[in-house]
Each structure stands twice: as structure tokens, then as C-alpha cells.
């Protein structure tokens, strides 16, 4: 059985009695093949005197929870497990002795792990994050990894004035556009590398409506880098391309690993670690939410980042990610996409809200 402090999915009758459902694992493996939709009877559950019952609205498919399932991602959840890291729901009943959140208000998972592709979650109240309720469905159910991604690689690493150069490799990313978007907010000039695809051209202009100061095709980038001064590189790519990037660092410069899609080492001249200086850095968002729920200056921080990407929500500085708004029932071939199709991020949808 998945325990109660797991998250579950949206609450509906049949015959009289009520049931979650939920897109659960008992076994690492292959997604396509593991995941199974479940429905839970729920007409026994009561809630603790420090539970909350959150109804989930929406969930993404990540590459995380691909990893997850797999087996091969560093977060594994005890099994059975229901799949999901990242989601958005409403608190729709709270215990007697809870006091950090209300029904009604807006909430997403604290720490990675949960699962977050059910209709319903019953848990203690540390479990959920309470968010502005002016954040879109949309925005909401994917703001915990990505914008918050590159929010922190911009501030957390160099002390980054304005009109400062960053330059990143898999722009086209969805961490990506967030650094692009975010760096424009905050006065900074992105540089930014994508691969060389037939539709360069509109990708190139779609970025650099987004706020990019420069895009480059890997090919292209070879024959400006020298041009390039930078304080702080973004790399979630690997191999030669992040010996590129690191290439144009100033002295005292940064580069931030946070992925490696090329799967290969990442790599760095030595000339620039002895005569410059330069420092190469990891970074992991779930690593970073756990040290924040133990320290006070963490958790601060965590509420300020929160409040300023809701208010660039509200102020539509931010574009509204793509997603393909998907039923549980979908779930087959959600995967499928998620796993073959790059840019646009499946999302399970739990609402008839579809903002």
C-alpha cells in the first residue's frame, strides 16, 4: 500500500464511495511498461490532527521522473511509489492542530519525492509549500524546478551586476528560456548556444524575444568565444561544449554544471584554472530545497524567490510555459512524448481549470 504520506489524486464517486486515482509504480524500469493508473478507495481516510487533504489541479512530466522510474535517478522513493516530483493543488481539508496552512490556499510539494501524479494527497502540513494564489494553473504546477533552476544559478554563484555577461549552453532548454528571461529582469546580457537544426533562424528570434542578447549555434559560438567575457557559465550540456562556454570566463569566473545531456565529462583548459582563476560548480535544485526546510536563512531566501517570480508572473514577464494538458487516463502516451519529444512539457491535468 502507498503510505499516507504520499501524495494521491483527485477524489471522484463511484457507487457511492469515494476513490483517488494515481499513476503508480511497483518495480524500477522502463515507464512505458511499470506505470500503472490505480483507483483508491479514500472512505476510510481521516485526517490527523496535523494533516492536510490536497486536492492535486496538475502535474508535469519531467526528466527526473522519467530517471526516477528508471531506477537511476538519486531520489528513489520506497516502492510501490506513484510517479511525479513537481505539481500544484489546492488545500481542500485541514486537522485540528494545523496552523501553517488553510483550506483553500495554494500549495506545492516541499521536497522532492512524493509523488505528484494523483488526484488527492493526504500528509502533515510540512509537506506542502503555500504559494501566491495569483500563479496560473500552468505556472504553478511547474514553478518548482525549472524557473526556480535558473533563478538560483543567477544569483546564488557570482554577485552579478548589471549589464554583466552570462553565457549558457542548452538555451533552448526550459531551464534555458528561465535564464534568459530572468537575466533580462535582472539587467543581465545573456549569451546563449543551441544546437544547429533546421529552424534556427525562428528559434534564434524566438529566444532573443524572450531577452536574449546573442544566440550561436555551437558552430558559431567556436568563432566568437574569444570575443566573449563572462562572470558566470550555465552548462547543462558536457563535452566540448562546456570546455566552449568555459572558455570565457574573466578571472574569479564560475561555471555551474546542472546537467549533461551530451553524457559526456565535462571538460576545462587548464591555462584558464591557474592563470584566471576560474572555479567549476554543481548544482542540484532538489539538494538545495532540502538544506532550505533546515535552515532559516535558506527558507527566507526560498519565500523572497517565490514572491519575485509571482510577481513577474503577474506582470507577465515571464511566458507562460508550453505544456500538452493531458488526462491520467493518457498517461501511455504522455510518457511516450515526454520521453521522445524535446521542448514541450507534458502536463497531467486533475481540473477543469485549464489556465
Not at 550561436?216 to 570575443?227: D, G, Q
Request: some cysteine.
Amino acid at each position: 500500500m502507498i503510505s499516507r504520506s504520499s501524495f494521491l489524486l483527485k477524489t471522484f464517486c463511484l457507487r457511492g464511495y469515494r476513490f483517488t486515482s494515481q499513476l503508480a509504480y511497483e518495480r524500477y524500469g522502463d515507464p512505458l511498461e511499470v506505470i500503472q493508473l490505480q483507483n483508491q478507495s479514500t472512505e476510510n481516510d481521516t485526517l490527523k490532527a496535523n494533516e492536510v487533504r490536497v486536492g492535486i489541479r496538475a502535474a508535469p512530466i519531467n526528466p527526473a521522473d522519467i530517471n526516477q522510474i528508471q531506477g537511476v535517478y538519486p531520489v528513489k522513493p520506497t516502492l510501490p511509489a506513484i510517479g511525479g516530483n513537481e505539481g500544484f493543488g489546492i488545500v481542500e481539508e485541514i486537522g485540528s492542530n494545523v496552523t501553517s496552512l488553510s483550506v483553500g490556499d495554494h500549495v506545492i510539494p516541499a521536497a522532492s519525492g512524493f509523488g505528484t501524479w494523483r488526484t488527492q494527497a493526504i500528509s502533515n502540513e510540512n509537506s506542502f509549500y503555500k504559494i501566491d494564489k495569483r500563479i496560473p494553473m500552468k505556472y504553478a504546477a511547474t514553478l518548482q524546478v525549472n524557473p526556480c533552476t535558473a533563478y538560483r544559478m543567477l544569483k546564488d554563484f557570482v554577485d552579478l551586476k548589471e549589464g554583466d555577461v552570462v553565457v549558457q549552453n542548452g538555451a533552448n532548454s526550459a531551464v534555458g528560456r528561465y535564464v534568459i528571461q530572468i537575466g533580462k529582469i535582472l539587467g543581465f546580457q545573456t549569451i546563449n548556444v543551441v544546437r544547429k537544426r533546421e529552424n534556427i533562424d525562428e528559434l534564434k528570434q524566438e529566444l532573443e524575444s524572450l531577452g536574449a542578447k546573442k544566440v550561436y549555434t555551437e558552430e558559431e559560438f567556436l568563432k566568437n568565444s574569444r570575443t566573449i567575457k563572462s562572470r558566470l557559465a550555465l552548462n547543462c550540456v558536457g563535452g566540448r561544449n562546456s570546455l566552449g562556454i568555459a572558455s570565457t570566463l574573466q578571472h574569479d569566473g564560475i561555471m555551474v554544471t546542472y546537467g549533461g545531456m551530451s553524457k559526456q565529462p565535462v571538460q576545462g583548459a587548464t591555462g584558464p584554472f591557474i592563470f584566471k582563476d576560474i572555479i567549476f560548480r554543481g548544482f542540484w535544485m532538489s539538494a538545495w530545497y532540502e538544506k532550505s526546510a533546515k535552515n532559516q536563512e535558506l527558507k527566507e531566501k526560498r519565500d523572497q524567490m517565490y514572491s519575485e517570480i509571482a510577481d513577474w508572473i503577474h506582470d507577465k514577464k515571464l511566458v507562460k510555459p508550453k505544456v500538452v494538458l493531458r488526462q491520467p487516463e493518457e498517461y501511455k502516451d504522455a510518457l511516450k512524448d515526454a520521453m521522445e519529444t524535446a521542448g514541450i512539457k507534458q502536463l497531467f491535468v486533475f481540473d477543469d481549470n485549464k489556465n
